[in-house]
């Protein structure tokens, strides 16, 4: 049984949050011993826990990097069951993201495209796997995902006038003729996209009645990018907008569109650093309009969201999982307080967990471990884990299932 503390790096992206505003910063400085301060001028937004090559976690007791020592003992701290499935990679990656404006409008591309566009461009395809992922909100978070029904769209692209040109000549949308309706919106000129903005910014509040989000993210989010970007229009008048909570959490599928919008939120998705950017960024840095119509699947808001359920991992009752529909992970969420405890049974595959609020100590394999808020642990393969606080202490446990 294994548990190795670990020192995390965070990537610094224009939507993140600045300096010490940001969740992920304050996770990534708060692991003494290595080398990460936080700059005051500069925007945090990813603090990446794993060992994916771009940036890896180094173990803080001899800062060698992590994936190198799972290769030399990998039997111990991987284990056979997911060795046989995976091989020697940790299949998973974990993130804290700190988001302070929209991110991109994104998908990840299913395993098969992946594959393909890996072999074609790997400087910008970095593997060949998907890249379905879970997010749980650690504040409030707001977020698009998936799309809106189908009616919902046909009402708001017919009641309003200026919307009605991106039809066609499909005045009754299926859903086989959303995907068009979608590429006609991402092909319009600069031009088409500021001529509808202007005039959906004019129009009365009561013209989006049934989505008020609507009138409040409109100027928001052309403050954050631009008038001309036709993700604005997508993401507005035919995606799920929603608003989760700390603790609530949502999945997408390799295929779903999403863009995060603000908040803090652990993340945890297959290990891949694949995406296809269409929106919510300038021009030059979007994908080809037919590769990622393509590519995109389509899923109701129902079908995102992810509610965790009592997990019999935790013997004490103390222990709550997600478990998406996919093979690479689990996500426990361990909750105590006061003079209660928790013992967590030996774990099917490697984990990654990260302490998320308060403070405690974790017992694994007979050592014992300071938990404070921001640290980072690697455990081994069917390792036992004991935490305690005499405060609260709250902790996400990524796992592979094998």
Same mark, same amino acid.
Not at 230 to 235: C, D, E, N, S
Not at 263 to 270: K, L, P, Q, R, T
Not at 288 to 297: C, E, N, P
């Given at each position: 049984m294994t548990a190795i503390q670990l020192a995390c790096q965070c990537n610094q992206y224009p939507w993140g949050k600045i300096g010490s505003k940001s969740l992920a910063a304050q996770y990534a400085?708060?692991?003494l011993g290595h080398d990460f301060q936080i700059d005051e001028n500069k925007a945090y937004a990813e603090m990446w826990m794993g060992s994916y090559p771009t940036t890896p976690s180094k173990i803080l007791s001899s800062g060698e990097d992590l994936q190198e020592y799972l290769d030399e003992h990998k039997e111990k701290l991987i284990g056979e069951p997911v060795l046989s499935k995976f091989g020697t990679d940790l299949p998973f990656l974990p993130k804290i993201l700190s988001i302070a404006k929209a991110l991109p409008l994104q998908i990840h591309p299913q395993k098969e495209l992946a594959s393909h566009l890996h072999e074609m461009q790997p400087e910008k395809f970095t593997d060949g796997n998907h890249k379905p992922e879970i997010a749980v909100a650690l504040s409030r978070f707001e977020v698009f995902v998936g799309w809106l029904p189908v009616d919902e769209i046909q009402q708001l692209f017919t009641s309003i006038p200026i919307l009605t040109r991106f039809l066609g000549q499909e005045k009754n949308l299926s859903p086989q003729m959303l995907r068009a309706l979608i590429k006609r919106v991402l092909s319009a000129s600069d031009g088409d996209i500021v001529e509808v903005f202007t005039a959906l910014r004019n129009l009365p509040d009561s013209y989006f009645s049934s989505h008020p989000y609507?009138?409040?993210l409109l100027p928001r989010l052309a403050d954050q990018y631009d008038e001309s970007?036709? +993700? *604005? #229009?997508? /993401?507005l008048f035919m995606m799920n907008f929603l608003v989760l909570q700390k603790g609530d959490a949502l999945y997408v599928p390799a295929g779903g569109i999403h863009a995060y919008l603000s +908040?803090? *939120?652990?993340?945890?998705?297959?290990r891949s650093d694949n995406v296809l950017n269409t929106g919510f960024c300038p021009r030059a840095d979007r994908d080809?309009?037919? #590769? @990622?119509?393509? /590519? #995109?699947?389509f899923n109701t808001k129902d079908e995102v969201k992810l509610v965790a359920q009592s997990s019999g991992k935790g013997l004490k009752g103390h222990t709550k999982a997600f478990s998406p529909p996919m093979s690479e992970f689990d996500m426990l969420i361990v909750s105590i307080n006061g003079d209660e405890a928790e013992k967590i049974?030996? #774990?099917e595959g490697p984990g990654i967990m990260v302490v998320t609020s308060g403070s405690g100590s974790i017992e694994c394999g007979g050592q014992v471990y300071k938990a404070l808020e921001g640290y980072v @642990? @690697? *455990? +081994?393969?069917?390792?036992e884990l004991e935490l305690l606080t005499d405060g609260e202490l709250e902790v996400h446990l990524a796992y592979c299932r094998g």
């Open positions: 400085a708060a692991t609507i009138s409040e970007d036709p +993700g *604005i #229009l997508v /993401a +908040g803090d *939120i652990v993340e945890c998705m297959a080809s309009i037919d #590769l @990622f119509t393509t /590519a #995109l699947t049974s030996a #774990l @642990f @690697f *455990i +081994g393969y069917a390792s």
